[in-house]
């Protein structure tokens, strides 16, 4: 427990007043500092990471909490498990202890690390307690000529490339994936919900998934007389790579970003071994170069990949034509280095916040999503136009080619059949003559009738050959399309491809998902097979194909008269798959069969192709996953519902709870952290139906729309009609909405012309004022819509109101205080003297907005007490004190888990209309935004449903089905 003197010297040393929201990350780092550990293990688990995790949300473009996350994870691993593999159980008693006494960060960034913390916790105890998590574990070696799988293991690791997999590397890597908190990137929530769900709530059935994909290359899912099996992914992903972040607001931040410094490094950019500042110096130029060409090309809005992108090819002197099609060529040198240096970079910033061997599981669970036996096979006969109509197609050339060689064969048994009845009159004519002649004459005629019996017996052999020849040539061309056919399962499959960005989805949305053609080579292991990206590698696929056809072929025993039409057929084939003509009329006979519109030369528009014969754009079905991972035949069953408002969705979740067995609901009311699949018409999640006080919502047997109405909006209602707006509140909207935009336009945007404020407001009124500001302002009338949006104004007033005037504000905050720390008097007063000390620190006289609140009780406990962790939810604990006197909106109704970085899905009450809405907020609900990207969905009469998955006995793996119920920390 520190002194006032400390206190005193900690206040002063932040230098700001206490509402500034940069007071608490500044006063965390500065007791980060100072803090002692009594250990390693206290270190990690404790220790916020303060400084690292600002460096990391630099810029905006990836999130702190998840880089400690895969931080945590990494290192735990390497410390639970020993130099021979073995699992440490002391160490593994004294890690669950850290986390129990340190469960909850008071960083600034808590909220979100309380989620990672109780899952690592979960998982740590299931390691105690369960034997078969143990025994799991012990079964993994390491892989046998997988060197995919070598090089996820080193990449999880951070080990060089010519370091050695032992035993003790791959089950680290397993176990950090297995400690590593899941989170869903861009395009995969069809895969990424039940990959949650498996990964947190079946670890028995991760750990069984990464031994198959370590040890064979695949998965395999065998039922129904139907074998599914799908390869190890050979990606982790793009991560946050493709996160758009607006150029003029983050470019200052961007150099001091830890992820783009990571990346800048591995690309050999900035020197390695440099301090911080000397990083951040180094990276500066080559940002502002970069920036300055992006300018130039009108680009406001970019990704991290593609400032990699930039900075490389200004360092190389490329432009984006010198390598955008140059796989399709011979590699030049420094080409070649400008594709392994972005690679390079791109694996360093993904590596920040994504535990690889993690990813990769999960994108192998994707290619589950849309395995059909018989689609590559269909994609594949579609493409190659077999049927012999299909213009440009194989079909055509081997009909051609066939066609002439059977009229050539029907010619030559035409005249052997005239031929021979030629010959046929001449015996004849010789018997009559045998019948009439001398014996002397007959001697010699018979001499010759002989010599025309095996004549016609020659002829006749011939005739048949030719005969048997045009019947197998007229047969050929169906057993060559049937071989192919059966053939094609055995060297293609499609695969999910986590790195297909052709279609940039909504971030909210459940993006298209790409699919790719993988070539099998005919061979059984995996880690021989390879993804096909380019028309080349297509060509050339198909060509290996055919030959290796051929061979099948004439293995046919009947097929052995027409060798050499098989193999002129080949070459004809290969030949003509070699040809523009062949590629552009695939693409067009892909297109008509998904029933995609017809794009204009097509080789010159390949990116503008959605469907091409070996990637394709496609919806990835849960259903499908869900059914073929968890062994069933059937589909699961669904619960669905058109929904036509929020309310709506709200009633029908809760009646869908009240109309389950009570054997269904009654686990989620023992774990609240458990999780039922669900589904929006545009994203597949995970719907948490144990949370408070959303279970109370189904447990209530009345009507639902009462208890919704009694319970969630009257409540909020009559709340907000006790609030007003005066104009230094209103100021202090305009303030924090302003910390939003770029630099240049925060003081636009505080000085807007306010004479249509008057006396105080309603909330409601205080939208309808702003956007009334924003048009009567030129600058504002045309950009509100982007970079303020409606959406922004209702997300602030939900954080910040009601306002606490300065003159309460110390009577206010010792009440709260005084229920926090009833059972700590001493902190109470030290947190009191801080709150006196830090009043000289105040530059402003506005009033406190509600999250201004809670940071600085927040900061009061921090400075009394000392405590960078607690075993208690400090933050959820001010925060609900806050809701029961008043000071802070009622709680969201979180209903489900986004799958998302940092978010929950809620019903609120939105302060700015008084009505129910669906919201994305974090689980104390101190930052929350309305849905409005899904607004088409919960608005009028819908055609596509959301569906819930009710029954969750229908997804639990085999040997999870019986196991007692998951144990961990339960959400508060």
Not at 282 to 293: E, K, M, N, S, V
Not at 334 to 357: C, S, W
Not at 424 to 438: H, M, Q
Request: with cysteine; glycine share 6%.
């Amino acid at each position: 427990m520190p002194s006032v003197q400390e206190i005193r010297e900690l206040i002063q040393k932040v230098g700001i007043g206490p509402e500034d929201e940069s007071f608490l990350p500044r006063l965390v780092r500065l007791i980060e500092g100072k803090r002692g550990w009594r250990s390693r293990l206290e270190e990690l688990i404790a220790r916020p990471h303060a400084a690292l995790s600002a460096r990391i949300e630099s810029g905006g473009l990836q999130l702190g909490a998840s880089a400690k996350s895969r931080l945590r994870g990494h290192e735990l691993a390497q410390i639970l498990i020993d130099a021979h593999g073995e699992l440490d159980l002391d160490a593994l008693s004294g890690a669950i202890s850290a986390l129990q006494a340190n469960l909850f960060s008071l960083a600034s960034d808590g909220v979100y690390d309380a989620e990672r913390q109780r899952h690592l916790l979960k998982i740590l105890l299931l390691l105690r307690d369960d034997p078969r998590l143990m025994r799991r574990l012990k079964a993994i070696t390491p892989p046998l000529g997988n060197t995919l799988a070598d090089e996820f293991i080193r990449a999880t690791l951070e080990l060089p490339a010519s370091s050695k997999i032992d035993k003790a590397c791959v089950r680290r890597a397993v176990l950090s994936a297995s400690l590593t908190y899941l989170r869903q990137n861009v395009g995969s929530c069809f895969a990424t919900a039940p990959a949650i769900l498996i990964h947190t709530e079946q670890p028995a059935a991760f750990l069984e998934d990464m031994d198959a994909l370590l040890s064979t290359g695949q998965l395999k899912r065998t039922f129904g007389g139907v074998e599914h099996v799908v390869p190890l992914c050979h990606s982790s992903g793009l991560g946050d790579l493709l996160r758009p972040f607006l150029l003029e607001k983050e470019y200052p931040l961007l150099p001091s970003c830890y992820g783009l410094q990571k990346g800048c490094i591995a690309a050999g950019l900035i020197l390695p071994g440099l301090q911080e500042r000397e990083r951040r110096s180094a990276l500066l130029p080559l940002l502002r170069r970069a920036i300055t060409h992006l300018r130039h090309q009108r680009i406001t809005i970019t990704n991290a990949r593609e400032l990699f992108k930039t900075l490389l090819l200004l360092e190389g002197d490329l432009t984006e034509e010198d390598v955008a099609h140059e796989r399709d060529l011979e590699p030049r040198k420094e080409i070649e280095t400008y594709h392994k240096r972005l690679n390079a970079a791109m694996q360093a910033f993904k590596g920040v916040t994504d535990n690889p061997l993690l990813k990769a599981w999960e994108f192998s669970l994707a290619s589950f999503s849309d395995v059909k036996a018989n689609l590559s096979r269909w994609n594949l006969y579609s493409s190659l136009g077999l049927q012999a109509d299909e213009t440009g197609g194989i079909g055509e050339v081997i009909t051609d080619s066939l066609q002439v060689r059977l009229d050539t064969a029907n010619r030559a048994a035409e005249e052997l059949r005239t031929h021979y009845e030629s010959e046929w009159g001449g015996l004849k004519f010789l018997e009559a003559r045998l019948r009439s002649v001398s014996e002397d004459e007959a001697r010699w005629l018979r001499t010759e009738y002989n010599a025309k019996v095996g004549s016609l017996r020659s002829l006749e052999i011939e005739y048949n050959e030719a005969q048997e020849t045009a019947h197998l040539l007229a047969r050929l061309f169906p057993r060559m399309a049937e071989l192919y056919n059966t053939l094609f399962l055995d060297y293609f499959q499609e695969v999910y491809d986590p790195e297909m960005a052709d279609i940039t989805p909504s971030a909210y949305d459940d993006s298209p998902a790409g699919f790719r053609l993988l070539f099998k080579h005919g061979r059984t292991n995996p880690a021989l097979w390879t993804l096909i990206h380019t028309p080349s590698e297509f060509i050339d696929a198909l060509a290996e194909f055919f030959i290796a056809a051929e061979r099948s072929l004439l293995a046919e025993p009947d097929l052995q008269p027409l060798s050499n039409t098989i193999g002129t057929l080949t070459t004809a084939i290969i030949n003509h798959i070699r040809t523009a003509t062949f590629l552009e009329t695939a693409l067009q006979r892909m297109g008509r069969a998904h029933g995609s519109a017809p794009t204009s030369n097509p080789l010159v528009n390949l990116t503008r192709i959605e469907k091409k014969p070996w990637a394709y754009i496609s919806g990835g079905t849960m259903t499908t996953l869900v059914s073929i991972y968890f062994h069933r035949e059937e589909k699961p069953t669904l619960r669905e519902r058109c929904v036509e408002s929020p309310t709506d969705l709200l009633i029908f979740l809760l009646d869908t709870m009240k109309e389950l067995p009570a054997a269904t609901t009654d686990p989620y009311l023992s774990d609240p952290t458990r999780s039922m699949l669900i589904q929006s018409p545009t994203h597949g999640f995970l719907f948490k139906p144990g949370l408070s006080p959303f279970k109370e919502g189904w447990l209530d047997r009345g009507n639902t729309s009462t208890w919704i109405r009694e319970r969630l909006v009257y409540p909020s209602q009559t709340l907000l009609d006790e609030i007003e707006i005066d104009e230094p509140s209103f100021q202090a909207i305009l303030h924090h909405l302003s910390l939003t935009l770029p630099h240049a336009l925060r003081d636009s945007l505080i000085h807007l012309p306010r004479r249509l404020i008057r006396g105080s407001m309603p909330p409601q009124e205080v939208r309808k004022t702003l956007l009334s500001l924003f048009e009567s302002h030129h600058f504002w009338r045309n950009a509100s819509n982007t970079l303020l949006p409606s959406s922004a104004i209702d997300s602030a007033l939900y954080s910040l109101i009601p306002f606490v005037p300065q003159n309460s504000l110390r009577r206010e905050t010792f009440s709260i205080l005084e229920h926090l720390l009833r059972e700590e008097p001493k902190i109470l007063h030290l947190a009191m003297e801080a709150f006196d000390l830090a009043a000289g620190q105040r530059r402003s006289h506005l009033p406190l907005s509600s999250l201004a609140l809670q940071r600085l009780i927040h900061s009061l406990y921090l400075l009394a007490s000392g405590r960078l962790s607690s075993p208690r939810d400090i933050q959820w604990e001010i925060r609900a004190l806050l809701r029961r006197k008043k000071l802070a909106l009622p709680a969201p109704l979180l209903f489900a888990d986004t799958n998302w970085a940092k978010e929950y899905f809620a019903f609120i009450v939105n302060p700015s209309d008084a009505t129910l809405g669906l919201w994305r907020t974090d689980y104390l609900g101190l930052a929350a935004t309305p849905m409005d990207e899904w607004r088409q969905w919960l608005s009028g009469p819908q055609t596509i449903p959301w569906a819930v998955y009710v029954n969750p006995s229908e997804y639990v793996a085999t040997d999870q089905r019986g196991a007692p119920p998951p144990l961990g920390a339960q959400l508060v």
